[in-house]
């Protein structure tokens, strides 16, 4: 089955630095990419996606590059902010077909911003 | 405003005694999942609803049950709690099964079970 590997964390920067955020996948055939985000006391929100091979999805200054030969969705963002500490989640679906109704998740990784 | 709602957000019970946390959303959304979130674990599927009256297994269902009679509630029942559900549960919703389709997630209930 579908499965997703990402850097755990902690992560701690401070604002302005730059984010990496690592995610490799398995999976059969070329599913979407997810990112999410989950803010302190709130559930998770998609961040970006990508819907195919070198495809680049962004939001918010985030991006992530849909690396079919790596298998790979790495989170980048050039200049973090305080408001972006929380935990993120790479994700792609988990059912058959490549269907929706599951989501397979990272274990997830918290980042936290200093000022 | 499109939402999942989930009631209620946080719950502290004893082991053994039924428990029902609700989940309501106002998209029309057919697909509707419950996700427990625990350390080190991420999160994981624990039922799903493809539609009305159709509900099946995720990967933790053990424990679990749940009900879909009416398309917008998909409510997550316990009947007899124990200390290792205490997690914080997730229900999402999404229009279809396509797999480019975003999940749209609730606020989250944090279950502790004593």
């Known amino acids: 089955g579908n499965s997703v590997t990402q850097m755990e964390g902690p992560v701690t920067l401070s604002e302005e630095a730059f984010l990496t955020i690592n995610c490799t996948y398995t999976?059969?055939?070329?599913?979407?990419l997810f990112w999410y985000v989950q803010y302190p006391g709130e559930g998770l929100q998609l961040l970006l996606k990508a819907t195919k091979a070198d495809d680049k999805g962004s939001n918010k200054g985030f991006e992530a590059t849909y690396r079919k030969e790596t298998t790979s969705f790495h989170l980048e963002k050039g200049s973090v902010q305080v408001s972006d500490s929380a935990v993120y989640f790479c994700?792609?679906?988990?059912?058959?077909?490549?269907?929706?109704?599951?989501?397979?998740f990272g274990k997830g990784t918290l980042l936290t911003v200093n000022p | 405003e499109a939402q999942v709602t989930q009631n209620p957000r946080y719950l502290i019970t004893v082991t053994g005694k039924k428990l029902t946390v609700t989940c309501s959303q106002n998209?029309?959304?057919?697909?509707m999942s419950w996700y427990r979130q625990d350390p080190g674990l991420g999160l994981r599927q624990i039922y799903y609803?493809?539609?009305?009256?159709?509900?099946d297994k995720g990967d933790v269902p053990e424990g679990y049950k749940v009900s879909r009679k009416e398309k917008r509630n998909f409510p997550l029942i316990l009947e007899s709690p124990s200390p290792n559900q205490t997690s914080l549960y997730f229900c999402?919703?999404?229009?279809?099964?396509?797999?480019?389709?975003?999940?749209?997630f609730g606020q989250g209930t944090r279950l502790t079970v004593v």
């Open positions: 994700a792609l679906p988990g059912g058959s077909g490549g269907s929706n109704y599951k989501l397979t």
């Open positions: 999402a919703s999404s229009s279809s099964g396509g797999r480019n389709t975003e999940a749209f």
């Open positions: 998209m029309n959304h057919e697909y």
């Open positions: 999976a059969t055939g070329y599913p979407s």
């Open positions: 609803s493809m539609n009305v009256e159709v509900t």
